[in-house]
């Protein structure tokens, strides 16, 4: 390998670091992530998976303390262990090739959907599209510590975009890290809009198929993602979430 191949690669490493700091720290400050959950990405070079490492706050990562995982949870570069429950991400990637960043949250709202008898999370606003094919929920609230939970998530998941885990949480995925930034926000914003439906007394009323059909007609889902990414690191780097030396609107 030359030494500009050798150098790319690890300046493409860098940037990837950078944006899971920035993406996990922005996620927080919104409370869809808080003292547990965590976000992976795959790293096809290296056949392996980055992620923080399992004591490390989630609103002070830094991009020199993440750490490469293989598929077999063996820590492959940097020091610590990563979080207990990464099986749920290595299995996600490894039932899922086109799956590229992967989100395990507690989020109080999409657990307290797994919790109500009769009662489905449903793509409500515009922008819930992405879940058209539907929002499984996995039916065992254990926390994952075995490979073999996490096939049956990943099983429970599916070819969907989500699932939910009773009583416990959800894993959602993407095709990157910003695309992972912008539907985490898409998703509470979705389920907040049902809760307060159903809050009001009123009939949930989720989007048509055709409704969804005439949405996804006009979407334009790589602009989209941009206009989030570049609303919300501005926005983090102003507010100190996000570190300007990270560059990631370059
Ligand atoms: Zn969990």
Not at 60 to 66: A, D, G, T
Not at 87 to 115: C, G, N, Q, Y
Not at 185 to 204: D, L, S, T, W
Not at 213 to 241: F, M, Q, S
Request: charged fraction near 25%; aromatic fraction near 4%; include cysteine.
């Amino acid at each position: 390998m030359s030494n500009d191949t050798q150098t790319n690669r690890s300046n493409s490493l860098a940037r990837t670091a950078a944006e899971l700091c920035a993406v996990t720290r922005m996620l927080e400050a919104m409370n869809i992530l808080s003292y547990s959950g965590h976000i992976a990405v795959r790293i096809p070079e290296r056949n392996a998976l980055m992620i923080q490492r399992r004591t490390d706050s989630r609103n002070e990562l830094v991009p020199e303390r993440m750490l490469l995982v293989d598929f077999d949870g063996k820590v492959i570069e940097g020091d610590g262990k990563p979080p207990s429950e990464t099986a749920i991400h290595i299995e996600a990637f490894k039932a899922r090739p086109d799956v590229m960043a992967s989100i395990h949250s507690h989020m109080e709202l999409a657990i307290a959907f797994t919790m109500m008898d009769g009662v489905q999370l449903l793509p409500m606003r515009a922008r819930a599209t992405r879940w058209k094919s539907g929002i499984p929920t996995h039916p065992d609230p254990s926390h994952i510590k075995h490979m073999s939970q996490g096939r049956e998530l990943a099983r429970t998941l599916g070819p969907h975009h989500v699932a939910l885990m009773r009583a416990h949480g959800l894993l959602l995925v993407a095709e990157s890290l910003p695309a992972l930034f912008t539907d985490s926000v898409h998703f509470e914003e979705n389920a907040q809009a049902q809760m307060q439906v159903m809050q009001a007394g009123a009939k949930v009323k989720p989007l048509s198929d055709k409704e969804i059909e005439d949405i996804l007609a006009l979407e334009d889902r790589p602009h989209h993602i941009g206009k989030l990414w570049n609303y919300y690191i501005r926005k983090g780097v102003n507010a100190g979430t996000v570190e300007k030396e990270w560059n990631l609107l370059s």
